[in-house]
């Protein structure tokens, strides 16, 4: 049996998120993109850390991503 992995997330209005793998992976990927074309990165990292996707699992996990995900209900 297959079992999902689950993130639990607040949102700003307290509710929680729960969101899959699956989208915790989309999540970063776009994150990672926007970095790497030059967003502004929302977190203190050190100098020597450049890698785009490093930068946004670090970002998911202070959950500073302003990304959402909109599910059909």
Known sequence: MF???LIVH???RGEY???TRF???R???ARSLQVSLGAPVLIDIP???IDPVE???REYDM???PITVKRDT
């Open 3 to 5: 079992i999902k992995e």
């Open 10 to 12: 607040a949102t700003p």
């Open 17 to 19: 998120m729960k969101y």
């Open 23 to 25: 989208e915790k992976a």
């Open 27 to 29: 999540i970063i990927g």
């Open 47 to 49: 100098e020597s850390m």
């Open 55 to 57: 930068i946004a699992m």
């Open 63 to 65: 959950d500073m991503i």
